[in-house]
């Protein structure tokens, strides 16, 4: 149609004439021209509406009353409180969590009034706490025990086994996740000779069944309940001590030393030596108490109890 | 004026559309310089430390910026996955923020704690040994190169000149004892700056080799101090709606 158009009228020019080119002077289509008047009503509803103008050190609001949001808030010592005020982003944000909370509150609530053994017996309450615990379990814990919990050689305990290095009932693994843990394990290197730190290793390894050199490992085991002192943390019987985190060495789970992934007795010995030599400073377990809710923290201990395998 | 006159006139058409594009930058940047809510009354935000600044220029330096933004937005599922969302009170010693644009990895603005030490030595040296979905670049190199800090005095001092309030004078040091406690005032000192970089780095044990102090023990330690600066449990979970 448009073409039709051109066709039949002759349009004007602006008198531009360069080289015999000519300059036309359509005018804008009428569509166009009244989008751009409504852009400047927009505007103007705009500004009665939504924080706007900035006057002095202040700013204009939108009318007072006219666009109004209304949310629920929790002061800073606990009570809840309903305001309403103007339309601003971060109450928007206020009213949108309080919308989103009401969805999840009613099962929160109830994890937060339960006992952990009431909330694992209850087949409908877990179906939300495995759900909300899988979220939150990748969001915040995967990074380090990985996707399934498996945890990470070197870094991270695996949480699906039944060892667990600050114990496994529910009151401790909530206490870990709550305030968080810190295994450390002295060096050895300047307090030992590098062939008692050998005979240790032997020890060590004899304890869970790997290839050893029994001469050495009996030697190792009177350093290990004499002056290595390492029974003080270990236990006389090297089955650790979760009160302080420190390793059951008589099973085959390992946490620093790489003994799974590593073959050969020598290769075997080399890593638990590095272990002893070195000692580990960096058994960290962040503290999730203030970046969780206390109901999150709960929820979690439940997921890692009870779907991941809690201490039985 | 014609409309002729100008576009046959470059040096008057340049002026103009000057004038026009930087009248809409002014009229949305100015106001803000004066509206005394635009930054939050909020305590215990505070100039990096001089290792956390190093590791700051470190950050800037590798770009991370490019990946990572560190603004957290007021939306549902922002906070629910990184937390509070951030304030511009946060970022005021910031010289440039690092608010960033694209996010290919996740916000940071509130990753200090989130991890131990250890985990972000490891991550950084090789990301996929951790998150094995990860696309982020190695960067084996922070781990061996010895932090480079015999210029972090005049680094402190350019930072003083835009408005960070470290201090160079005895004077200045008890501002900062008024405004921030004796404690951060001292780490805001720039005469002491060496001294306070080396003693932190060996008491925070960030790359977890206390042998010395490298790129990794500064960028680490910046890392940790994101987002952990204002204590959100003092304050009403709605006070900050009241400034905007």
Redesign the interface.
Known sequence: MSQDKAATTTPKTTGHNWDGIEEYTNPLPTWWIWGFYITFIFTVVYWLLYPAWPIGDKFTKGIPGLHTITYTAKTADGKEVEKTTHWNMRAKFMHEMNEHQADQKQWFDKVAATSFEDVSADAELMQFVNSAGKTLFSDNCAPCHQAGGQGKIGMAPNLTDDHWQFGGTYDEIHETIAEGRNGVMPPFQDTLEDDQITQLAHYVLSLSGEPHNPALAATGKTLFTGAGICFTCHGPDAKGNTAMGSANLTDKIWLWADIVGTTGQEAKVAEVKRIIAGGVNRGVMPTWEGRLKPEQIKLLTVYVHDTLGGGR | MKHDKIERNLGILLVFTMLAISAGGMVEII??F????TVEKVEGVRPYTPLEQRGRDIYTREGCYLCHSQMIR???DE???Y?H?SLAAESKYDHPFQWGSKRTGPDLARVG???????HT??LIAPR????QSVMPNYPWLATTELKYDDIQDRLKSLRRVGVPYSNSQAEYQRNVEEFGEDVAKTLHIPDAQKNLEAQAQSG?YD?DPSNITEMDALVAYLQVLGTMVDF??????Y?????
């Open positions: 106001p803000l004066f509206i005394k809510e007021p939306f549902r906070a629910l996955r937390g969302y704690g989130k991890y131990s030490n250890d985990w490891q991550h040994s951790l998150v094995p044990n977890t449990k003092k304050y009403d979970d709605d900050f709606v009241k400034f905007r």
